[in-house]
């Protein structure tokens, strides 16, 4: 046998090579995703045991005895203050996520503001959480365009969206909104835009708990 045929063949097949997911990849995922959710709609989900009830009318509650805490949710907002949902235990919290290139946000804002201006006397707090502007520049001109006052955090790569737990009435489109008890549990949540009835209706059960 000679030395050429007892030489190994190399293969013609391309060589593969591992690639390794960093975790600012997974948050890239997860910012495509929830982009792409940006719509007048949305789905209830989460996994798990989650002990909602989806309503029909696209809001889910949770009953007082099953709620979850809300994680944690502080930071920057975009007039460059600090904010800590905590510290606004004792009041009931309407959270909202945004982004001033969605189209259902613009829809609803003006409802938001309303219904803040309604109940801001009656110990309830609105908080944005906005999210994919690169900068606050075209967040603030969306806050001022609609006259909204109530303060946002800046969540420009989605990590706060990312802090609630899977199995929870978790935000998982663009808009999301979701109510805060007075024990900052999460009691209700929707995947869409919101009419000023539609807010009204996931705000009051909550405001009548004692």
Known sequence: MSAASRAPQRSNRPRRTRRRVTPFAAVAAVAAL????????GTSGGGGDTGFVAGGDGIDTVAKSGRSAAPDLSGETLEGEQLDIAD??????????WGSWCS?????????Q???DDTKDQG???VGINTRDGSTGKALAFEEE???????LYDPTGKLMLRFAKGTLNPQAIPSTLVLDRDGKIAARTLQALSEKKLREMLDPVLAEK
């Open 34 to 41: 929830a982009l792409t959710s940006c719509s007048s709609g």
């Open 146 to 152: 609609f006259g909204i006052t109530y303060p946002s």
């Open 114 to 116: 309303t219904v803040y």
């Open 104 to 112: 259902p946000c613009r829809a609803e804002a003006k409802n938001l």
């Open 88 to 97: 606004y235990k004792g009041k009931i919290v309407v959270l909202n996520i």
């Open 124 to 126: 309830v707090e609105f």
